[in-house]
């Protein structure tokens, strides 16, 4: 299923998980310069979830495919979850 989203409505969003932590706000976007497709979401993790232990430099990287849905907020899986290089 393609998901479809504007950029600038992107920015500074709540992530969630599907079991409803909120894991922080959205940063910035990675997007392909070749294709024109989202890859990857930076977001400033808060400092009590459970991502925060994984953050680089303050920022958790998330794969656009764990994004499960996008309206009020972005709901993640966050099995795909990794640290920002």
């Given at each position: ?71 009020d ?8 979850i990794?640290?920002?290089?």
């Amino acid at each position: 299923m393609v998901k479809f989203a504007i950029a600038k409505q992107l920015a500074g969003k709540r992530i969630i998980t599907t079991d409803g932590e909120e894991l922080g706000r959205v940063v910035d976007l990675y997007v392909n310069e070749l294709t024109g497709k989202l890859e990857s979401v930076l977001i400033e993790p808060n400092p009590d979830s459970s991502v925060a232990a994984k953050a680089s430099g303050g920022l958790v990287t998330i794969p656009y495919g764990s994004v499960l849905d996008v309206k009020d907020v972005m709901v993640v899986d966050k099995r795909g979850i990794t640290a920002a290089a």
